[in-house]
């Protein structure tokens, strides 16, 4: 009975347990990586509304602490900003197109 049992996660039967415990691992995630960016936790909050606001401090305070114990600084997240000209062209060609 036991082995029939064990193969519960096989048959694609939700875990509540484990669930939970992989929202949690990724909220503790998203709150060590806001902090490694520099953000605010008060931003982290805002960016990441759904995750569980414990589990992101946690996150966060554990990566502070981290940082300033390997005097490790903040790696600001640098996004490509869309270049105006290069909008302006795309614009023009699918108007070209759809003539």
């Given amino acids: 009975m ?6 519960c996660d096989r048959l694609g039967l939700p875990d509540p347990a ?12 998203t709150g060590s990586a806001c902090r490694h960016a520099g953000r605010a936790i008060e931003d982290c909050y805002a960016l ?3 995750a569980a606001r414990a589990a992101v401090y946690a996150g966060w305070k554990e990566m502070n602490d981290y940082m300033r114990e390997n ?8 996004l490509a900003k869309p270049d105006a000209s290069a909008s302006a062209e795309e614009g023009s060609a699918s108007a070209k197109a759809t003539k």
């Fill in 48 to 50: 990441n509304p759904d």
């Fill in 18 to 29: 484990k669930d939970a415990a992989a929202r949690e691992s990724d909220a503790r995630a």
């Fill in 71 to 78: 005097k490790i600084d903040v790696v600001k997240p640098e």
């Fill in 2 to 7: 036991l082995t029939s049992l064990t193969a």
